[in-house]
C-alpha cells in the first residue's frame, strides 16, 4: 500500500458508493466538508474529528536557520503551520494493521 495516494475523485466515488448520493450530490458534500474544515482552520479553530484527529494551526516564532550548501546563516520568517495528530483509535487501527482493503 505505501506509495498510493487517495484523490478527491476516490473519496467522493466511496461517498457515492456507501451513502447512495448522486455522484454529483457525493462529490459536493465532500467539497463542502474540506471547505468547512479549511475554513476553520484559517481562522485558527481546532478541528476535531473522532476516532481520526484533530487539526490545528500553531503559530512559529522567527529563527536562525542554516542554508545547508553554503553555512550562511538565514532567518526563517514566522509563519503558521498546520498540525495533525492522529486519535489513538487511528494509531491503534494503523499498528494493528487492520485495514478495510482486503
Do not use: C
Amino acid at each position: 500500500m505505501a506509495g498510493t495516494t487517495i484523490t478527491r475523485a476516490q473519496l467522493s466515488e466511496a461517498v457515492y458508493q456507501e451513502v447512495g448520493l448522486s455522484r454529483n450530490e457525493s462529490s459536493e458534500l465532500l467539497e463542502l466538508v474540506l471547505s468547512y474544515i479549511t475554513d476553520s482552520l484559517s481562522k485558527g479553530e481546532a478541528v476535531k474529528i473522532s476516532s481520526f484527529g484533530s487539526f490545528s494551526v500553531r503559530q512559529k516564532g522567527e529563527r536562525i536557520g542554516r542554508n545547508p550548501k553554503t553555512g550562511e546563516k538565514v532567518p526563517i520568517l514566522p509563519r503558521k503551520v498546520l498540525v495533525f495528530r492522529p486519535s489513538q483509535a487511528l494509531k491503534d487501527r494503523i499498528n494493528s494493521g487492520n485495514s478495510s482493503d482486503s
